[in-house]
């Protein structure tokens, strides 16, 4: 969905670099999601927001941290990259309406060398 | 955290019907979905059904849903190479931050 943008789209970083993902939205949205997705176990949940001050942890947050910087904009950062990091990452927005079908960006392919 | 599970691959021929399969656990789920990726691409929006209805139809689709065995099918007919992807199916769960739980995903595969 071009109304949700992610940058970079590809990334290819070392082991203990610190690499910052970032995710727009056009929507509106005051919901916003971090989700990885890994061959054969779907996509999970790192940290999702409701808004701008309430950043909740997702699933699988250790090793992770997330900076919502305005309602349009909510970032990702791996402080130390390791190589079990490699993976699909997905940013997705939602409203705050029932059910929330959530709307997602194109994704950025992580590897951790 | 809930559980939802879908086969891993599916393979039909051009034409032919494709069924999609998916269970979950979690009984509170409020609304069903289907997202569709493409190679390379994020996940698409193809239909959902609220969890008080049996069917839901648009066009090539079919969603079906069995609430007592906490079953979903998505039903596509006619099928065309241009759908193949992986399809996964995600619950959202009437507690909690609209968070969804996804499936492994089906890769379906057709076959021209």
């Known amino acids: 969905d071009a109304d949700v943008t992610q940058t970079p789209r590809n990334r290819i970083t070392k082991t203990g670099k610190r690499i910052m993902l970032e995710c727009s939205q056009t929507?509106?949205?005051?919901?916003m999601y971090w989700y990885r997705q890994d061959p054969g176990l779907g996509l999970r949940l790192i940290y999702y927001?409701?808004?701008?001050?309430?950043?909740n942890k997702g699933e699988i947050s250790d090793g992770y941290s997330v900076s919502r910087q305005a309602q349009a904009k909510f970032s990702l950062s791996l402080e130390s990259a390791i190589p079990n990091q490699t993976a699909l990452y997905f940013c997705?927005?939602?409203?705050?309406?029932?059910?929330?079908?959530?709307?997602f960006g194109p994704g950025t392919r992580l590897t951790v060398l | 955290g809930e559980d939802v599970e879908q086969s891993l691959f599916l393979s039909v021929r051009e034409g032919d019907s494709s069924v999609i399969n998916c269970t979950y656990t979690d009984s509170s789920s409020t609304y069903l979905y289907w997202y569709k990726q493409e190679p390379g691409a994020g996940l698409q929006l193809l239909t959902y059904?609220?969890?008080?209805?049996d069917m839901k139809q648009d066009q090539r689709l079919t969603v079906l849903l069995n609430k007592k065995d906490k079953h979903l099918s998505l039903r596509i007919a006619d099928t065309q190479t241009g759908d193949s992807a992986i399809y996964f199916c995600a619950e959202a769960p009437l507690t909690g931050a609209n968070n969804l739980f996804f499936g492994t995903g089906t890769r379906l595969t057709v076959i021209p």
């Open positions: 929507k509106g949205h005051d919901r």
């Open positions: 997705a927005t939602s409203d705050s309406t029932g059910g929330g079908t959530q709307y």
């Open positions: 059904i609220f969890s008080n209805m």
């Open positions: 927001s409701f808004d701008v001050k309430d950043i």
